[in-house]
């Protein structure tokens, strides 16, 4: 089992680029979700999904879409970088009911310049 | 979704107990009290849950108040290792299952 698997693990953009960060599980977890953690801060919820087709927007969606097209993905897209996306990106996944953990990738460090 | 509050740092001698504390004073009554701990800027690791019951495992104690307002996370013989973050989060007992991180509790491990 590899868990969540986060790719890339470090990415530099050019304001105005676009790119997809890219998030797999081998769990068969139906719950996924997406943070980001700028520094000294707590990790913040982007979008989630509760299954393939279905997704909703967290606390700070805004810059951000995602998909969910099958159960073991579940990318982040950036339309157009800014500054103000640089951050560490962690995505998780789990399965449903609130007596579950959850397992969280090893992030994404993302710079935007 | 219930909000908790944790103090910002705390230090601990290497091989005494660490108790963490934590402050979740609108708790529904199926909302379940999760504690999880980020070392360095990992991805943050699961410790413990629970309801209402106090709970234990191999790596911590969770002690949670008769009235479930606040909770104490125990690590019994603290380890340079676990110098890290720890957050406490009430995650939410039907729909969407969210998890709403807060600041969490730096602690400090010192030899």
């Known amino acids: 089992n590899a868990g969540v698997t986060q790719t890339p693990k470090f990415q530099v953009l050019k304001t105005g680029q676009s790119m997809t960060l890219q998030c797999a599980q081998d769990?068969?977890?139906?719950?996924m979700s997406w943070y980001r953690q700028d520094p000294g801060m707590g990790l913040r919820l982007i979008h989630y999904s509760v299954g393939a087709g279905i997704t909703d927007q967290g606390e700070v969606p805004n810059g951000y879409n995602v998909s969910r097209s099958t159960t073991e993905d579940f990318p982040l897209r950036l339309l157009s970088a800014a500054p103000s996306q640089t951050s560490v990106y962690f995505c998780?996944?789990?399965?449903?009911?609130?007596?579950?953990?959850?397992?969280f990738g090893q992030g994404t460090r993302l710079t935007v310049v | 979704d219930a909000k908790t509050t944790q103090p910002p740092s705390m230090d601990c001698a290497e091989g005494r107990a660490a108790n963490l504390p934590c402050n979740h004073s609108?708790?529904?009554?199926?909302?379940?009290v999760y504690w999880y701990r980020q070392i360095h800027s990992q991805g943050p690791q699961y410790i413990i849950h629970g309801l209402k019951n106090n709970e234990t495992n191999e790596m911590a104690s969770l002690i949670i108040t008769e009235d479930r307002k606040s909770s104490t996370l125990i690590l019994p013989h603290a380890t340079l290792r676990d110098t890290a973050v720890y957050y406490c989060?009430?995650?939410?007992?039907?729909?969407?299952?969210?998890?709403?991180f807060g600041t969490g509790t730096r602690l400090k491990v010192l030899a």
């Open positions: 998780a996944s789990t399965s449903p009911g609130a007596n579950t953990e959850a397992f």
């Open positions: 769990m068969n977890h139906e719950y």
């Open positions: 989060i009430v995650r939410s007992g039907s729909g969407t299952y969210k998890y709403i």
């Open positions: 609108t708790i529904s009554g199926n909302e379940y």
